[in-house]
């Protein structure tokens, strides 16, 4: 508790240094502008010609505006990009607006994977440069926001024990968008890369061109609902078990609106699992294909959450989100709360 604290503590001074510098280097980018995220009329040269009007730096957020009943947002390989295979997604989200932070230089692949609508243009690919903003190179985490050190004390690397190391890390905790993982490893024996189901299913990602972090610690923000997966690059790291797959439930932004005098974060501690009361009911899962094992599910068969395909959008949608008015009044609420902790903090 004392640590989660002093976290705190040293997050909120992060905050308050960027607030007073005066440098929130974050833009946002309404992709498509007016127009949205849709089949768009002139093909795809549309979103093409939007984003090379843009430049992306880390820390921007993208803003997929769009009818969620007609379309999603799926970030892909480029691979998969290029030929509008919608097989495999990194992650997929059908809730309108889509807020994704841009949380690693490269290129980015986005589609969306109704019928047709890529073939037809729906489909926007961006390059992310390195943020100029000076100071602290990530943006500090938002208020209520979790930083997971994954594997904790372990760190990342070929797990001793096998596979089952990460997914008993993982298995205690409720991930939820707008947290952090901090993957702590060793410079050039490890590295860490987002793949998708197959990739982590496989430990092959020699179809990848998307390059994996190789600088630690790495930082990676959550940035939408479902299951990610991580791995090592590293010639048989993954397979011998240095791999994570994790589930992201909620928004821990739109959640706990903070009182201005309580500024505490989730009553959950990472250290006692308590899923049951942070877990959001499961939505009715329909059934789900009957493909191999979810790398999530845990070991002793449960009738609940059986596997799931990343194409299909039904098993991983998400319950709609609380009235967007409500966690946008929050949001912006949440430096001045912040800013007014780091102070009282300071005259301690
Ligand atoms: C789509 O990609 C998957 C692997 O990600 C591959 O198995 C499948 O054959 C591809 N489909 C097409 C139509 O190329
Ligand atoms: C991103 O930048 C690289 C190097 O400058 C370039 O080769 C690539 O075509 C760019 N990709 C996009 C989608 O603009
Ligand atoms: C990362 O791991 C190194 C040793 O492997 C350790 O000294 C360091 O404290 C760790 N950092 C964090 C933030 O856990
Ligand atoms: C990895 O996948 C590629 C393309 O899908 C395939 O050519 C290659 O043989 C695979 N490698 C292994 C070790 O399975
Ligand atoms: C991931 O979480 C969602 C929402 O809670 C749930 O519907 C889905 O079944 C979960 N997937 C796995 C593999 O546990
Ligand atoms: C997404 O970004 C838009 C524009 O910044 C904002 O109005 C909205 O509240 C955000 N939604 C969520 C769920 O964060």
Redesign the pocket.
């Known amino acids: 508790m004392e640590s989660r604290l002093n976290v705190f503590a040293f997050l909120s001074l992060v905050v308050a240094a960027a607030l007073l510098q005066g440098s929130s280097a974050q833009t946002t980018h309404i992709v498509g502008d007016e127009m949205g995220w849709l089949v768009p009329p002139g093909g795809e040269v549309a979103y093409s010609t939007w984003a090379a009007a843009q430049t992306f730096t880390v820390g921007d957020v993208l803003v997929f505006n769009f009818i969620a009943s007609a379309h999603n947002v799926a970030e892909v390989s480029k691979e998969a990009f290029d030929s509008c295979n919608t097989t495999n997604t990194i992650s997929i989200s059908t809730t309108s607006p889509t807020n994704i932070t841009l949380t690693s230089v490269g290129e980015k692949h986005f589609l969306c994977t109704f019928s047709q609508h890529c073939g037809l243009g729906q489909k926007l690919a961006i390059n992310v440069t390195a943020s100029t903003a000076p100071g602290p190179a990530t943006p500090p985490p938002a208020p209520g926001t979790q930083v997971y050190t994954v594997g904790d004390s372990l760190g990342w690397l070929v797990p001793p024990g096998g596979p089952i190391a990460y997914e008993t890390w993982a298995s205690d905790k409720t991930f939820m968008v707008g947290d952090i993982l901090v993957f702590n490893f060793t410079n050039a024996a490890h590295n860490v890369l987002q793949v998708t189901r197959a990739e982590f299913d496989?430990c092959?990602v020699?179809?990848t061109t998307t390059p994996p972090i190789t600088t630690s610690p790495a930082r990676i923000t959550l940035a939408s609902r479902g299951e990610h997966y991580y791995m090592c690059t590293f010639p048989q790291h993954c397979s011998i078990g240095q791999k994570l797959a994790i589930n992201v439930t909620g928004n821990a932004v739109a959640a706990p609106a903070p009182a201005p005098s309580s500024p505490a974060p989730r009553p959950s501690s990472p250290a006692t699992p308590s899923p049951s009361s942070a877990t959001p009911p499961p939505s009715a899962g329909g059934p789900s294909t009957p493909a191999t094992p979810s790398p999530l599910t845990p070991p002793p068969p449960s009738s609940a959450g059986g596997p799931s395909t990343p194409a299909t959008p039904s098993p991983l949608t998400p319950p709609p989100p609380p009235s967007g008015s409500a966690a946008s009044v929050a949001a912006a609420a949440l430096p001045i709360t912040f800013l007014a902790v780091a102070l009282a903090f300071l005259c301690n």
């Open positions: 496989s092959n020699s179809t």
